[in-house]
Each structure stands twice: as structure tokens, then as C-alpha cells.
Nanobody, 115 residues
Framework: QVQLVESGGGLGQPGGSLRLSCAAS????????MGWYRQGPGKERELVAA???????SYLDSVKGRFTISRGDAKNTVFLQMDSLKPEDTAVYYC?????????WGQGTQVTVSS
């Protein structure tokens, strides 16, 4: 079965930047929509950003203007450029992908923003 693998998490400083990457374990699979969710300690999982193959985008209000989602050329990768980081961005970030076969989730990557 196809798996999603995230990378790029770690420790960031307030006002700094991190870039998250997600890639499918099988390079030839295509996804209609890919995106990122996050879950902070004791909080519900929430959609951060999503991008469809038709270029439709959506962002969580609190990250608009700071985060940018983009897709890879092969439609099986997705990136999240996180700029102007805030402590409130601290969470486990999960890659998400959807196609006609259903939804897939990555294992999660920790992002911690602290001074």
C-alpha cells in the first residue's frame, strides 16, 4: 500500500522558517488533493493548508500570509513553507493525500517553535 512520509520538522525560532516535505512511497501514484493538518498538545487535529491538482487552495486563518503550500511536479509530493513562525504553530504536522481510492495520512512530524 502507498504510504506518505513527512520530513523537515524540528525546532524553529519565533519569526524563523521551516519547510515541511511529504512524499508518497510509490512515485508513480497521483493524488487529487494533498495538504497538511496539525495537532497541538491537548487540541483537535485541524486543517492547516490544502491544494488540489486543480490549483484550489485553502488555509487556516491563523497561517494565512505566513505559510505556503505547494505541490511537486509528479502530483505525489507536497510542501509546506512556514515563515514568520509563532509559538502557537507548535504541533505535530500530518501530511494528507486524497485520490479516488480514498484518504491517506502520514505518520506526523513534530514542529516546535520556541525562543
Amino acid at each position: 500500500q502507498v504510504q506518505l512520509v513527512e520530513s523537515g520538522g524540528g525546532l524553529g525560532q519565533p519569526g524563523g522558517s521551516l519547510r515541511l516535505s511529504c512524499a508518497a512511497s510509490e512515485r508513480m501514484v497521483n493524488f487529487d488533493t494533498m495538504g497538511w493538518y496539525r495537532q497541538g498538545p491537548g487540541k483537535e487535529r485541524e486543517l492547516v493548508a490544502a491544494l488540489s491538482s486543480g490549483t484550489t487552495t485553502s488555509y487556516l486563518d491563523s497561517v494565512k500570509g505566513r505559510f505556503t503550500i505547494s505541490r511537486g511536479d509528479a502530483k505525489n509530493t507536497v510542501f509546506l513553507q512556514m515563515d514568520s513562525l509563532k509559538p502557537e504553530d507548535t504541533a505535530v504536522y500530518y501530511c494528507y493525500a486524497q485520490n479516488g481510492h480514498g484518504d491517506l495520512w502520514g505518520q506526523g512530524t513534530q514542529v516546535t517553535v520556541s525562543s
